[in-house]
């Protein structure tokens, strides 16, 4: 017969498993590092283990929702996505029965909101997504007045601050307006500093993600390349074991110019069993490669549009593949068959594709020395760049569109080269040439002008040229070029 304690003890362990609760077990943690490696079945079956040995700990949900979140996202299938959306709610009204004493519960309603805000953009669901991002600012409010030494809450409202702060004027007004929503640069660079500093001496389960957000709002809103590149480097991401990890850490490598580091991390990149396809990371190797006219670069563009299934970059793999039969292989004939391609498939969503499209149907062949010299310097390979367009410069300038984007190229590798005077003054004749046009080489002249003089602490004509650049409604890469003026007058204003 069984002693009255065991009962006790019994009964008393029945109520502690019934009450909801948010804690970071090892579990939890496990959970969440084999979802960085997208091993997501392996993942699924830890976390539904959890369930049953830890009924109560409702951040499970929180960290269930990532399965869903890399899973439509990476591999963009709207069938997918209509079969997973109806999970958003369910682990909102699990979350929903937890602690409200705890800082998770508020906290894990947003995270969630604003991962299924994110994965709508991808299927055009702007409103849905709109209205998502409004409630889960909503709620990190209302959570850091409640716990105001929880500094998890500045993972996210860094990013919210940050992006309102690149609005300005009647939009800014408007969107305020309607979201509640306002914020500056300044204030979400200084959130997602406190949360890095906090992450130096305390245990932080999403330490790499706040670096990523931290690096991301360096580099393209404080426009601090030397920054960025120093934030992610100290968040020692685990590239060996994590294709998000390197995704992360060579789309920066490609940004802030370290070519040859990010084809180095993306040929190493991992292959673990049961690893969900990531085929996005051969296109990024196929740019990489493209850059400095390697053979191999086909190899990884064609595996990237064989396999992949989703929507968005699609056209642009088929530009640069049109490209590299240009330029590499000097087939013309190749070259037509993939802008074709270009023209036919994939979505128009993202810039890159918007651009894609717009090259593909404008059907005039691209002078090569010109795009040769565009490759080098997307490479970062600046003297090589250099070197072609002095070269070969008669060449191009026989025509109008040749000698504006002459113009507009030489500008960009003298400014790259920190020669700044001769920089402005090819930027200047790009202005010149294209006056009275709404073109991109025009748009992101003014833009870099303005970048030039903000370095050189000279505001005046910094403001001048973001204001004059935002005047042009650019033919490609607007709401890039834009977003980039619009940071910047807050920078000089501040």
Not at 410 to 423: C, I, P, S, T
């Amino acid at each position: 017969m069984l002693p009255a304690g065991f009962f006790f003890i019994f009964v008393l362990s029945g109520n502690l498993n019934a009450q909801k609760y948010f804690s970071i077990t090892p579990g939890i943690k496990y959970a969440y590092r084999t979802i960085t490696y997208l091993q997501l079945d392996k993942a699924q079956q830890i976390l539904d283990s959890l369930k049953i040995a830890e009924p109560g700990n409702m951040l499970i949900y929180h960290i269930e929702n990532y399965i869903d979140f890399y899973r439509i996202f990476i591999n963009e299938d709207e069938d997918e996505f209509e079969k997973l959306r109806n999970n958003k709610d369910y682990r909102i009204e699990k979350i929903e029965s937890g602690d409200k004493d705890s800082p998770y519960y508020q906290f894990s309603k947003a995270e969630i909101t604003l991962q299924w805000a994110i994965v709508r953009l991808k299927f055009g669901e702007n409103a849905k997504a709109a209205f998502e991002v409004r409630s889960a600012f909503k709620a990190l409010k209302k959570n850091q007045k409640k716990f105001p030494g929880f500094v998890a809450n500045y993972k996210s409202l860094s990013v919210i601050h940050a992006l309102t702060g690149t609005l300005t004027g009647l939009n800014k007004t408007i969107f305020t307006t309607i979201t509640g929503i306002d914020g500056t640069i300044k204030q979400g660079a200084s959130e997602i500093k406190k949360l890095i500093e906090y992450t130096k001496n305390n245990y932080f389960l999403f330490k790499d993600e706040s670096y990523t957000i931290a690096s991301f709002i360096a580099f393209h809103l404080e426009n601090d390349k030397e920054k960025a590149w120093k934030l992610i480097n100290e968040a020692n991401l685990d590239i060996k074991n994590s294709p998000l990890a390197c995704f992360v850490l060579a789309n920066m490598a490609q940004k802030t110019g370290k070519n040859e580091f990010a084809i180095k991390i993306l040929e190493n990149k991992p292959n673990n069993p049961g690893q969900l396809s990531f085929y996005y990371l051969d296109y990024m190797l196929g740019k990489s490669l493209l850059y400095k006219s390697d053979r191999m670069a086909y190899y990884y563009l064609k595996r990237f549009v064989d396999n992949f299934n989703g929507i968005n970059y699609i056209k642009d793999a088929y530009l640069k593949l049109a490209w590299f039969e240009l330029i590499v292989n000097n087939d013309e004939k190749a070259y037509w068959q993939n802008i074709a391609k270009c023209i036919s498939e994939g979505a128009s969503i993202v810039d890159e594709d918007k651009t894609a499209k717009k090259v593909a149907f404008k059907s005039v062949l691209p002078n090569p020395v010109l795009l040769k010299a565009r490759l080098l310097y997307d490479g970062s390979y600046y003297d090589d760049a250099y070197s072609v367009l002095i070269k070969n410069k008669k060449l191009c300038l026989n025509s109008y569109t040749n000698r504006l984007e002459f113009n507009y190229r030489m500008g960009r590798v003298l400014q790259a080269l920190n020669n700044y005077d001769e920089a402005i003054k090819y930027f200047e004749n790009a202005v010149k040439t294209g006056e009275g046009t709404n073109s991109h080489f025009v748009c992101n002249s003014l833009l870099q002008m303005g970048v030039i003089y903000e370095k050189l602490s000279k505001y005046k004509q910094a403001k001048k040229y973001y204001k004059n650049c935002l005047d042009i409604d650019s033919d490609e890469y607007k709401n890039s070029i834009h977003q980039k003026a619009k940071a910047g007058l807050i920078r000089i204003k501040h």
